[in-house]
């Protein structure tokens, strides 16, 4: 797909890969939406981006932590444009940042799940619209290998909690959001893949859980950027990729029912009695 004059939204793109990938995506043409909290690094990548000679992106300022603040985001996508071809989950918090015990967002939600995967489902419900007006369009999902199984009885991790299951949940969560939603837009234009872009690349995330890179940002933007604008994927959906290999997921990801239950559980906990 050629990226000049596409709209794309990239969630936590003021950091990490998807700083990488927003200032590619500029510099191909792309009409860029970035996205995090802080407003001096979002300054710093836009100054980036007009210095090498592209427009300059339209920064959103939002916290993913709260709910509120997803739907503030998505009225303020909503106001500013009619469609989006590309909506990038980026934004996330690894299993150790800022201390690797149990937090909770603004809701009351066990913060990894919050906002590695409930603010994407809802924020992509509420884009929905602009993504269906500019069909072919695509969602992409930023999960991980790191996958553990959703316990139904304790989603919210309240015994025995533990840094790296809470994102390993919310990155297989991401994944049954994936297949659960390709299924939904089937026949509207829309695709939605996901995957694991590149192991323990060398961002904020990997080295305040204390461990040493071994991947760069350059090699996990690729398998994004190749989600966002590969011709080799277009039309596909409900697919879990690592880096640019189609992969199998962990088996909870291919359960119907578990899917299911996941699903009823998000449109209740954002507040989306039905869609
Ligand atoms: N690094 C890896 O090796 C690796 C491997 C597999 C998957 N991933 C996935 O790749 C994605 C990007 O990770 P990264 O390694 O690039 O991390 P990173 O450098 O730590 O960047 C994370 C981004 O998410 C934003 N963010 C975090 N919490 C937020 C919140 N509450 N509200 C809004 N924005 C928030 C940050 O914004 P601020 O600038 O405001 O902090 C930042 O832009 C994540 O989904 C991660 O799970 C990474």
Known sequence: MNMAGKTVLITGSTDGVGRYVAGQLAADGARMLIHGRDTSRAKALTDEIVRAGHPAPTFYQADLASLAGVRELADAVLADHSRLDVLVSNAGIG???????????ADGH???????????????????????????????????????????????ITRNYDGSRAYAQSKLAQIMFTIDLAEELKGSGVTVNALHPATYMNTTM???GGIAPISTVEKGGEAILRLISGDDVAGKSG??????????????????????RLRALSLELAGLSSV
């Open 239 to 260: 697919l879990f990729f690592n880096g640019l290999h189609e992969a199998r997921a962990h088996p909870q990801a291919y359960d119907v029912a578990a899917r299911q």
């Open 110 to 156: 066990e913060l990894r799940f919050a906002v590695n995967y409930l603010a994407g489902f809802l924020l992509a419900y509420r884009l929905l619209p602009l993504l269906k007006a500019a069909a072919p369009s695509r969602i992409v999902n930023v999960a991980s290998l790191g996958q553990h199984p959703i316990d139904f009885d304790d989603v919210m």
């Open 95 to 105: 299993s150790r940042t800022s201390g690797p015990e149990r937090r909770n967002s």
């Open 206 to 208: 990997v080295r305040e």
